[in-house]
């Protein structure tokens, strides 16, 4: 069975770093891409990145660009969101997800969330 | 970036209704480069159809999926209590990958 598990909910102030992680199992964990999606409070998804556990290649949307950083160790199967300075506007729900059809496709399956709330 | 836009925003429907969620995309996102996913609430997003009308494994035979290019529809037909929650749209003809607002099912 695929599976994503993710790290637990994080409770920040704004200006703090964080890395919250997706460690994968079930299937060949460099075999396929690995987004990692945002859901803003009662908004719909929005895709952060997306990357190839494989070698680390990286695609980010313009959005998200500069904002967040996303990386992989494929020696634990495990892919990482991370900030270096977090704003209020952060705080929302991030979902990975695995991406079918190479680098553009759907997201199946998905791991259950990681909220992460920023205060100012 | 494509934008997709959904309608309605809310359908409130009876048990074994007919329920026709719509997307628009701002262009083409090619033949059939769209998925669709059902959320219910505190749950992550779940894969119903890609492939603009390709059922993902286990989703049942009363969600369908059709059109092409930047007009598509997820059907689902005869509704059950089970199916309120938010569906939503994603696009994947072309990079950033981006999503639909959703259409929230409520059951009357």
């Known amino acids: 069975e695929v599976r994503l598990v993710q790290s637990g909910a994080e409770v920040k102030k704004a200006g703090e770093s964080l890395k919250i992680s997706c460690k994968a199992s079930?299937?060949?964990?460099?075999?396929?891409?690995i987004g990692w999606v945002r859901q803003m409070p009662g908004k719909g998804p929005e895709v952060v990145g997306i990357?190839?556990?494989?070698?680390?290649?990286?695609t980010y949307s313009p959005s998200f660009q500069g904002q967040v950083t996303i990386t992989a160790d494929k020696s634990i199967n495990t892919v990482y969101l991370q900030w270096r300075s977090l704003k209020a506007s952060d705080t929302a729900i991030y979902y990975c997800a695995r991406l079918w059809l190479a680098n553009e496709g759907w997201f199946d399956p998905w791991g259950p969330g990681t909220l992460v709330t920023v205060s100012s | 970036e494509i934008v997709l836009t959904q309608s309605p925003d809310t359908l409130s429907l009876s048990p074994g209704e007919r329920a026709t969620l719509s997307c628009r995309a701002s262009?083409?996102?090619?033949?059939?480069?769209l998925a669709w996913y059902q959320q219910k609430p505190g749950q992550a997003p779940r894969l119903l159809i890609f492939?603009?009308?390709s059922r993902a494994t286990g989703i049942p035979v009363r969600f369908s999926g059709s059109g092409s290019r930047r007009d598509f529809t997820l059907t689902i037909s005869g509704l059950e209590p089970e199916d309120v929650g938010i569906y939503y749209c994603?696009?994947?003809?072309?990079?950033?990958?981006?999503f639909g607002g959703g259409t929230k099912v409520e059951i009357k």
């Open positions: 079930g299937y060949r964990f460099s075999g396929y891409w």
């Open positions: 994603q696009q994947y003809g072309s990079s950033p990958l981006t």
């Open positions: 262009q083409s996102v090619g033949i059939s480069y």
């Open positions: 990357i190839w556990p494989g070698d680390s290649e990286t």
């Open positions: 492939g603009a009308s």
